[in-house]
Structure formats: structure tokens, C-alpha cells
């Protein structure tokens, strides 16, 4: 396993959600760790909380200007990058014969174009220091949940990436990965027009006795299936499953 220790990370989507909690988990063994966001304020609130070792970079991943500014200061905060973590994205609902045709390319362009451009432009520093690239797919693309097809399909898109460009930069020595979680509480629930914070939650909650472990995860653990992809030099094309058995399809009485 690679150290974190003294490693260098930019975490896209950082401000709130698993990416917060990707960017806290890695600080805390020792990593140096850029996060980035639309929102300055709270990839400021991150960076503040996490100290020196964390560098906030108000940026979006779908403007080419903003991917070139955050790989350069990352690069500049680690001294190279060893892991590129794709958090950032977004989540659009509706009913096939009701959805908005821009509001779909938007949600592609967020959720793969973005990060894939992103992970294209930062392969030269990845190359140079072995590192590997983090997505994050869905257990959307594994159990049907209706209204959520824009949503599924980016998932879905970047789960094949995954294989696609493990086999492609494999032979440079750069590893590729992505991380299926499951029913994790964040921000993007409320954006998926699941009511206010406590009627998103209360939804969320609702989905614990469709996970075999009987609940829904935190952030911390998908953090921790982070880690392991970011040291584990030996793995490549994986899809990580983090998701208490929300995928089996079982239900706890």
C-alpha cells in the first residue's frame, strides 16, 4: 500500500458532502489536499476547518479555464499530484415524457464530461508520480429507482469509463478506480428535489431497511474506500461497492 502520508490529492466537489468528507479523512493521514467547488464560501469553510495541509480553489469543473487554474494549484499546493478524486456532481430528476433536454446535458456535462476532462488534463502529473484517478458511479446503476434515469445514465457512463481508461493508462502506470456508494445523506438530495433538509434526510432514512446492514452510510465511509483506492497499488478497473447491501435488493423487516 502507498503511503497517504506527504501525498498530494485534489478532491473536485469538496465543499460539502463526500467530497468534505474525502478531503477531512485524507488530511487527517497526512495528505495535502486541494479541494475545489462552485461555492468559495464553503470550499473556504473546509479549508479553514482542515488547516494548512487543506487548500480551498473556488472552481467548476465544466469551464476548461477553471480545470487548468485548480490542476496548477494543486500541483502547486502538493508538489505534484499522486490522486485526482472526482467528487463533484450534480443530480436531476423527472419523468421520461417531462425531462428538460438542456437540464440533462447539463447534468452530463457536470457528471462526466467535467471530470473527464479534468482527468485527462492532470494525467501528466498523474503519470509522472504513478498516481491514480477516483470516480464515483451509483447504486442507481444497479437497482432501478424511477425517476432517476438522467441521473443513472452519468453514473452508469462513468462506471464503463472506469474499466475503459484503467486499460488505457494502465501501461503508464496510472491506476483507475470508481466507488459505488449507497444511500449517504448529503446536499445532493435536497438539489434532487427531495424537500427540505429534514424531509431529504427523513427519505434517506426511510431506505435503511432496504440496505442488508439495516441503514444508511456516512460520508466517513465512503472516505474510507477513498483511501484504499488511493494507496492500493495493485488495483486498477475497479468498482467499488460501498453500500450496506442496498444492491442485494433484500428488505429488513
Same mark, same amino acid.
Given at each position: ?51 494548512? @495541509? ?93 425517476? @432517476?434515469?438522467?441521473?443513472?445514465? $452519468? ?30 445523506? $448529503? ?14 434526510? @427523513? ?6 431497511? @432496504? ?43
Amino acid at each position: 500500500m502507498r503511503e497517504l502520508a506527504g501525498s498530494s490529492v485534489l478532491v473536485t466537489g469538496g465543499g460539502s458532502g463526500i467530497g468534505a468528507g474525502v478531503a477531512r479523512h485524507l488530511v487527517e493521514r497526512g495528505a495535502r489536499v486541494t479541494v475545489s467547488g462552485r461555492r468559495a464560501d464553503k470550499v473556504q469553510a473546509v479549508a479553514d476547518e482542515l488547516g494548512a @495541509a487543506c487548500l480551498a480553489v473556488p472552481a467548476d469543473v465544466t469551464a476548461a479555464g477553471d480545470r487548468e487554474r485548480l490542476l496548477a494549484a494543486a500541483v502547486g499546493h502538493g508538489g505534484g499530484l499522486d490522486t485526482l478524486v472526482n467528487a463533484a456532481g450534480n443530480m436531476y430528476r423527472g419523468a421520461l415524457d417531462a425531462l428538460d433536454e438542456q437540464q440533462v446535458l447539463d447534468l452530463y456535462h457536470a457528471n462526466v464530461v467535467g471530470p473527464v476532462q479534468l482527468s485527462g488534463l492532470a494525467l501528466p502529473e498523474l503519470r509522472a508520480r504513478r498516481g491514480s484517478i477516483v470516480f464515483f458511479g451509483s447504486v442507481h446503476t444497479q437497482r432501478a429507482f424511477p425517476g @432517476a434515469s438522467p441521473y443513472a445514465a $452519468t453514473k452508469g457512463a462513468l462506471e464503463a469509463l472506469t474499466g475503459v481508461l484503467a486499460a488505457e493508462l494502465g501501461p503508464q502506470q496510472v491506476r483507475v478506480n470508481c466507488i459505488r456508494p449507497g444511500a449517504v445523506y $448529503t446536499e445532493i438530495n435536497e438539489r434532487a428535489g427531495l424537500g427540505t433538509p429534514e424531509e431529504a434526510h @427523513a427519505r434517506l432514512q426511510s431506505l435503511g431497511a @432496504a440496505h442488508a446492514l439495516g441503514r444508511i452510510g456516512t460520508v466517513e465511509e465512503v472516505a474510507e474506500a477513498v483511501a484504499y483506492l488511493a494507496g492500493a497499488e495493485w488495483v486498477t478497473g475497479s468498482i467499488l461497492t460501498v453500500d450496506g447491501g442496498l444492491a442485494l435488493g433484500v428488505t429488513n423487516a
